[in-house]
């Protein structure tokens, strides 16, 4: 019922930007935190950041200055905006929500399927 779907990746080179989205569907109470990782190949799924349904952001040391995570709440939409692309940032980008369904009360993670985003030389 609920959905988590990514888009905005592909192919860019070196110094490129790219601005994720990531929508949020289904019969849902509330959302409360939502965030970005990622995966790169031959290594593990790492967290890139999060932000609270008040807007509160966290990010890993890593991505700071480069990457940035806004929401929009009417639009049950997370974002990623990533500049100064380096090759190293070639991976899967995953979003997930930390919601209620109409169902319950209580909080569960639901994740998208991913986007790839490849970085070239």
């Known amino acids: 019922q609920v959905q988590v779907v990514e888009s905005g990746g592909g192919l860019v080179q070196v110094g490129g930007s790219l601005r994720l989205s990531c929508v949020v569907s289904?019969?849902?109470?509330?959302?409360?935190?939502m965030g970005w990782y990622r995966q790169a190949p031959g290594k593990q799924r790492e967290l890139v950041a999060t932000?609270?349904?008040?807007?509160?952001?966290n990010y890993a040391n890593a991505f700071l200055g480069r990457f940035t995570i806004s929401r929009d709440n009417a639009k049950n939409t997370v974002y990623l905006q990533m500049i100064g692309l380096k090759p190293e940032d070639t991976a899967v980008y995953y979003c997930?929500?930390?919601?209620?369904?109409?169902?319950?009360?209580?909080?569960?993670?639901?994740w998208g399927q991913g986007t790839q985003v490849t970085v070239s030389s």
């Open positions: 997930n929500a930390d919601l209620a369904p109409w169902f319950s009360s209580n909080y569960n993670t639901f």
């Open positions: 932000v609270t349904s008040g807007g509160t952001t």
């Open positions: 289904g019969s849902i109470r509330r959302i409360n935190t």
